[in-house]
């Protein structure tokens, strides 16, 4: 019953908080009250402390009050008998537990404790908005955190496999005599981490306010709450974020002083143990707040009910599990049995609109031999060519579509797809092939999956998969042409072309206030949609979050700003956004969502601006990184001087036109540099910006604006002399 | 003549009851059996003396006359006669609420009363309009105060607390034409009405009634319930325990009684004086000890936890203990006859009223500007009159029950998500998907009429064992605390599987004890919050909820079920209003009134077959909101709703 979770709950937050009372007194006492904490890679300090309390804790003195507001808190155990409502003292004790396990972690860090290999241990803002993406659209249906081993090796690796079937990011925490459920992955070379969906936080029971702060900041990050609001933030995990946790063995104390504060967060807590009491009774958490499922076989589908996650599991009938948690999955060289394309082999992919009578839904011939015919390690040529046909259906889309190949492919476990149209390459795992997975599933794949997706307009999928060299050839001189064609196409477009422009509100969930508008020239700032996508997605689901916005009479061409336009974001954006320009990043620029790929920020110093992407962790000129820019330029807010943009923005002719374009660009990670030299130098040239690119400064010139000044007036950065950017 | 275990269900009752009669001397249900047989014009309603023409009554056999001199019908008789009741009730309330309204402006003007819930009092100010930012509390509680006065005397428009009335309420009101103006106003006007010769249809009677009804439950009584919140503090939960057996033998008795809080407050800060304790030292008594009888003792209840000695029926049976040096009374069912009771003891009866005064009783009156000195006073009166008892005439039963008390709708918040996730969500949840079937408050006095206590646990163990979640006040909750059901522990031997699961989970008694008659506000605003919280409907009339009211007898009991009516709760009276003997006013409070307000009346005297009318009216407001019928099997199985684990689930 309930009492004795409470007491539990209670009994375990006390602790927690007189652990964090002593080692904040040592702590103080050793460093002083002036020394700094704070958690690595986060704009929001100790974002459990910050969000509830409201606190911006960057000294050891800043958690005395914490410390102190946990001891008001805590409550005391209810009685054995006629005992006081205590439903409110245990998610109290639940919050206290949390608060003081932020601090004694934080404080971790202020001893540069070492976190074990093969741990995260706090996880990074990047981390966060790098999934923001999966979370938007459903690719990520939830977040499970698992205390502790499961009772055999077997049973954790059937758990963990239900999750990752169901796309479910895993987080694991605790241990039950020092083992952790990590360890018992590992003993089965389950391979872990963020791309296989299964994430080893820590290896004590402290290591799950790790995750906890994560869930909290998706609604300071993507609700775009504030410090302090507690109630919208906590409001925000219940309603946005589907987390749940699952408990092996008998749950300690201290595992129910952290249940308590994730079941005060929203998230339910099922246990597989048969000691726990249940507590079914709905509305802290959304559906029952602790169940007990001790049959594993049903653990992971009483957790999918309990926590109401909304999975689509496709039934995408190959002998492999897929699901999007396998889609980073890498297959080295020695798990290889036979790879295609790369530097090995020919290997093409190609779909192309058919008329709806020259098709057969579904038929997927396979000529030429299998994969069976290949040595172990082998290397074969491929050619895959899918032909699409439906009412709706237009050459338009081929692009579209095709690119979908990677993700879908990708999916299958055991089979690896880089690359685009000529360049692909693949590889399948030896496990896969002994699964039974050959070339034919392929075409299983992409039918079940374009069906799937994009039913609106897809009537019929066939596939035909060709491995004999010349018949390989034959698709690749048949393809590149209408590769040629699609680029003439999209590369033609401008802003003026058309008169129409899409707005992206997907993110709407997460920021109620940002429209995304998405131009011909200007992509959406996750990187993921251009325009023609937005085309397409408005075809596909006229109601959906894509929508035309007729750009109406031009007030000003250089901004980039239209009636219509002005109309639909004042609209869409809750009347937030009463002006939007689309090629500013100082007059009413565009709103962010907190999904952009890069932040352009301007450089006062220079009179320029920089870019800085999301997977650069280091220092910029401005003083903060990139996760710092990124707490203040999300939430669906204007800040002008700070814009959220897709990558390839960058090399667009309207790239931040109004203040002079691409000649603004003093400084960028040398990576990124690196990966967009191509296109940045053909750009430049079409500017008229002769060795632009080098130019260009990056980390290796230096991260403080003394630095970057130096190395722009040594190499006559062209900004330095164009007009002053306010 | 009935035998005590006819009279009472309460073995403190019972035991007390042989005690009296052994000493000779006589109590209510004595002066109850003399009575008979009682006038049957009076019970049905049907005897009129407005005016000097009569008395007039009507022969409900239809054999004598029909009408009064001036004409007046049965059904106009008994409307009158009613509706002045309901005037009696809510100004009973209100006044009550001025005489708080008036020790919180003394508050604000320094002295012994202070401000002790400062968060509400801003709270109020807010909800009132009343500028908060940097102002003393003494500022805000004086503008406070005098707009809680204003509200008695208010001539136009809508008393303020109406507004936390759900919207669609308040439209009905609208609509009805009976939206409160002013407390005194109403009243007034009411009584006007029942000249001779004035309202002469018995249904504008009655409408004017639920007015003046709800200028008592959405002005007077709520106001009482605010202001004592902000200046004695608002209720949180407590322990305590309640009968006689919580007299001490051996501890100086004061026993306080009546409704109005404003000395028993003081009281309970005096009794804790070092002077006044050393004082009973040194008269051979081991410490002092407060207790209580009705609404004031559960006042104290509510904010202290000092213990009650018993109910309505039992304020002579605790002075015939013997161990009570004084009984200090204010107002509202003070039995006259306690004078004459106390006569027969060492204990002295100590009025306190200045509306109220006994014959044969100390008079010592309540005076704001120097309450603490005056409660001091009777303390030391009692303390002095502690060696007077007759130890040989000592007589505690050794009966008392643990209970827990001080609910409130603020802090149903905290009960259900703490400081972090306040919420009725957990309530509404609960309701909706039918592990708690429905709310009850179940309510009022004792009348001798009824098995003392008998009606309202029978009523209350049926509607537990159904899942019907209950909350109560008054004499009620004193019976129901006597017998057990408001330890939580009670959950596991008298609730339902779904209700006992919501109790478990919270940390719930199955019975919530609200405070006093008055608080019966706190019950409107509770109900309110579920509104406001979503998934059960618009109105309060919409809610899976009924009210009952066992074993009534006084007329601040109709203007309750007229407020209770009027705000659209299903109202079961254990006690038959005096209307029987009007057909037509009959068929409008038990049948047409529901048209108006969603909600009406129904007469029942056996508890159990009370308790499945609630329990009926509760399942057909489910289906009208389409929620699943209860989630677990239940004794009195639903007649029309879906089985069990649908919708919600």
């Known amino acids: 019953m309930s009492r004795v979770v409470i007491s539990a709950a209670i009994r375990g937050a006390t602790a927690f908080v007189a652990e964090a009372e002593t080692n904040l007194d040592a702590a103080i006492r050793d460093r002083g009250e002036d020394h700094k904490v704070e958690f690595p890679g986060t704009a929001f300090q100790l974002p459990m402390i910050h969000a509830l309390m409201g606190l911006e804790v960057t000294t050891l003195g800043g958690l005395k009050p914490v410390i102190a507001h946990c001891r008001e808190l805590l409550p005391a155990e209810p009685s054995e008998k006629l005992w006081l409502p205590y439903l409110g003292a245990g998610l109290d004790a639940g919050v206290t537990a949390l608060l003081a396990m932020e601090a004694t972690c934080a404080l971790r860090y202020v001893d540069a404790e070492a976190i074990e290999d093969g741990f995260t241990g706090f996880i990074s803002d990047t981390i966060l908005r790098e999934l923001g993406i999966q979370l938007v ?61 299964i994430v080893p936080v820590g290896r004590d029971t402290h290591s799950a306010i790790y995750v906890l702060d994560w869930a909290i900041r998706g609604g300071l990050t993507f609700g775009g709450h504030k410090k302090g609001d507690w109630e919208s933030c906590l409001r925000y995990c219940r309603e946005r974020i589907f987390a749940f946790g699952i408990t092996f063995g008998p749950i300690p104390d201290d595992w129910y002083a952290v249940g308590a504060g994730a079941i005060a967060m929203g998230f339910p807590v099922i246990s597989d143990h048969e000691s726990t009491p249940e507590v079914r009774p ?393 990966a967009m030299r191509e296109r940045l130098e053909q750009c430049a040239a079409d500017q008229g910006l002769d060795g632009f690119v080098d130019k260009i400064g990056d980390e290796t010139v230096g991260t403080t604006s003394e630095a970057l000044l130096e190395h722009l007036a040594k190499v006559g950065h062209p900004a330095l002399e164009m007009d002053p950017i306010f | 003549m009935k035998t005590p275990k006819e009279r009472s269900v309460d073995p403190a009752t019972i035991e007390m009851l042989d005690h009296v009669a052994d000493q000779g001397l006589s109590t209510a249900w004595d002066r109850f059996d003399a009575m008979q047989p009682q006038c049957g014009f009076g019970q049905l309603g049907l005897c009129c003396r407005n005016c000097t023409m009569g008395p007039c009554r009507i022969d409900p056999f239809g054999d004598g006359p029909s009408e009064g001199v001036c004409g007046a019908t049965a059904d106009l008789i008994a409307a009158r006669n009613l509706a002045r009741m309901v005037a009696v009730g809510a100004s009973a309330h209100s006044d009550h609420a001025r005489d708080v309204t008036r020790a919180m402006l003394a508050a604000a003007e320094g002295g012994d009363y202070t401000i002790k819930d400062a968060e509400k009092l801003r709270r109020l100010a807010k909800e009132w309009g009343i500028e908060t930012d940097d102002r003393s509390l003494s500022d805000l509680a004086k503008d406070v105060a005098e707009t809680a006065l204003g509200q008695f005397g208010q001539q136009e428009g809508a008393l303020r607390f109406t507004a936390r009335a759900p919207e669609i309420t308040r439209k009905r009101w609208e609509d009805a034409n009976v939206v409160p103006r002013g407390i005194d106003r109403e009243v007034v006007c009411l009584l006007h009405g029942t000249h001779i010769g004035g309202d002469s249809d018995p249904k504008s009677v009655m409408m004017a009634a639920m007015r003046t009804a709800l200028a008592d439950g959405w002005g007077g009584s709520m106001i009482a319930t605010e202001l004592q919140d902000i200046l004695f503090r608002t ?12 007299l001490k033998e051996d501890e100086v008795n004061i026993v306080v009684h009546g409704h109005e809080p404003v000395l028993s407050e003081m009281l309970v800060a005096a009794s804790q004086d070092r002077d006044l304790v050393a004082l009973a030292e040194s008269k051979g008594a081991k410490g002092i000890s407060l207790s209580g009888i009705c609404c004031t003792a559960n006042e104290i209840l509510m904010r202290h936890g000092i213990p009650v000695a018993g109910n309505f029926l039992q304020q002579e049976l605790a002075i015939a203990t013997g161990v009570v040096d004084s009984m200090v009374v204010d107002i509202q069912c003070v039995m006259p006859a306690l004078a004459d009771i106390a006569g027969r003891f060492h204990t002295k009866l100590i009025s306190t009223s200045k509306k109220a005064k006994v014959p044969g009783a100390t008079h010592i009156e309540l005076d704001e500007s120097k309450a603490l000195q005056i409660a001091k006073e009777i303390i030391r009166i009692s303390i002095e009159n502690f060696p007077n008892r007759d130890t040989a005439r000592v007589k505690i039963p050794d009966v008392s029950s643990p209970l827990i008390a001080g609910f409130t709708a603020e802090n149903v918040f905290t009960a259900l998500g703490g400081r972090y996730r306040p919420s009725y969500r957990p309530l509404n949840d609960a309701i909706i998907s039918g592990r708690i079937r429905g709310l009850a408050a179940v309510v009022g006095c004792n009348n001798p009429k009824h098995m003392q206590d008998a009606g309202h646990i029978a009523i209350t163990k049926e509607l537990l064992a159904n899942d019907v979640l209950v909350a109560t006040t008054g004499c009620t909750a004193i019976a129901d605390a006597k017998a057990g059901l408001m330890c939580p522990e009670a959950a596991t031997e008298y609730a339902g599987k779904g209700l006992l699961e919501i109790c478990e989970a919270v940390g719930l008694p199955p019975v919530l004890h609200m405070g006093a008659c008055v608080d019966i506000s706190r019950i409107l605003v509770l109900l309110s919050n579920v509104v406001a919280e979503g998934g059960l409907g618009e109105c309060l009339a919409d809610l899976p909820a009924a009210a009952a009211a066992p074993e009534w007898m006084s007329e601040k009991a109709v203007a309750i079920g007229f407020y209770a009516v009027a705000s659209g709760a299903f109202t079961v009276l254990g006690e038959p209003l005096p209307v029987q003997g009007a057909p037509g006013l009959t068929k409008f409070l038990t049948d047409e009134v529901e048209e108006i307000f969603g909600a009406k009346f129904a007469f029942e005297s056996d508890p159990v077959k009370a308790a499945r009318l609630m329990i009926d009216h509760i399942d057909a407001k489910r289906a009208a909101l389409h929620l699943p019928g209860p989630m677990y099997e239940t004794p009195y199985a639903p007649k029309t709703a879906e089985p069990a684990m649908s919708a919600a689930e």
């Open chain 1, 137 to 197: 659209d459903g690719r990520m249906p939830g977040f499970a955190a698992v205390l502790g081993p499961a009772p055999t090796d077997e049973v954790a690796l059937h758990v963990v496999r239900e999750l990752q079937k169901r796309s479910i990011l895993t987080f694991l925490m605790c241990n039950s005599d020092g083992v952790s459920m990590r360890d018992q992955l590992a003993r089965q070379d389950v391979e872990l981490g963020w791309d296989t969906y």
């Open chain 1, 282 to 674: 709905t509305g802290v958490t959304t559906y029952e707040a602790l169940v007990r499922q001790t049959d594993p076989e049903q653990i992971v589908p009483t957790c999918i009910e309990v926590r109401g996650v909304k999975v689509k599991v496709e039934e995408v009938d190959i002998p492999v599990s897929f699901s999007p948690a396998f889609e980073g999955e890498r297959i080295r060289r020695e798990e290889t049995y036979v790879q295609f394309g790369g530097k090995y082999s020919k290997a093409a992919e190609l779909l192309e609109t058919a008329e709806l009578d020259e098709i057969t839904d579904g038929e997927i011939i396979v000529r030429g031999q299998d994969i069976d015919a290949a040595e172990a390690g082998g290397v074969m040529d491929v050619g895959i060519h899918i032909r699409v046909a439906g009412r709706k259906m237009k050459a338009d889309f081929d692009g579209i579509f095709e690119r979908q190949v990677h993700r879908y492919c990708n999916e299958a476990m055991g089979f690896m797809h880089t690359g685009q149209r000529d360049q692909i390459w693949c590889r399948v795992s030896k496990t896969a092939f002994e699964a039974g997975f050959r070339l034919k599933h392929i075409g299983t794949i992409l039918h079940a999956k374009l069906h799937d997706d994009y039913g609106a307009i897809v009537d019929k999928v066939a596939v035909t998969i060709c491995t004999d060299p010349a018949e390989v050839q034959d698709l690749i001189d048949h393809a590149v042409p209408a590769f040629a064609a699609r680029d003439e196409r999209v590369a033609g477009m401008t802003d003026e072309s058309v008169d129409t422009f899409y707005s992206c509100t997907l993110c709407q969930s997460f920021a109620p206030n940002h429209v995304c508008m998405i131009t011909p020239e200007r992509l959406g700032l996750c990187g993921a949609y251009n325009w023609l996508d937005g085309q397409a997605a408005y075809e596909i689901n006229p109601t959906g979050c894509n929508q035309p916005v007729v750009k109406g009479t031009c007030i000003d061409q250089q901004r980039g700003e239209w009636e219509g336009v002005n109309q639909f974001v004042y609209d869409h954006s809750n009347r937030g956004v009463e002006r939007f320009s689309a090629y500013s990043l100082m007059e009413n620029p565009m709103t962010s969502c907190g999904c952009f790929e890069c932040i352009v920020a301007i450089v006062p110093e220079a009179n320029g601006v920089m870019i800085v992407n999301r997977e650069y962790p280091g220092e910029t000129p401005i003083g903060m990184p990139f996760s710092t820019l990124a707490g203040s330029v999300g939430g669906g807010a204007q800040t002008p001087g700070f814009l959220g943009v897709g990558r390839l923005y960058l090399t667009s002719k309207k790239f931040i036109s109004a203040e002079g374009g691409l000649s603004r660009l003093v400084w960028m990670p040398k990576d990124l540099k690196e």
């Open chain 2, 235 to 246: 209720p949180e939960w407590l322990r305590s325990r309640t009968n006689l057996g919580v």
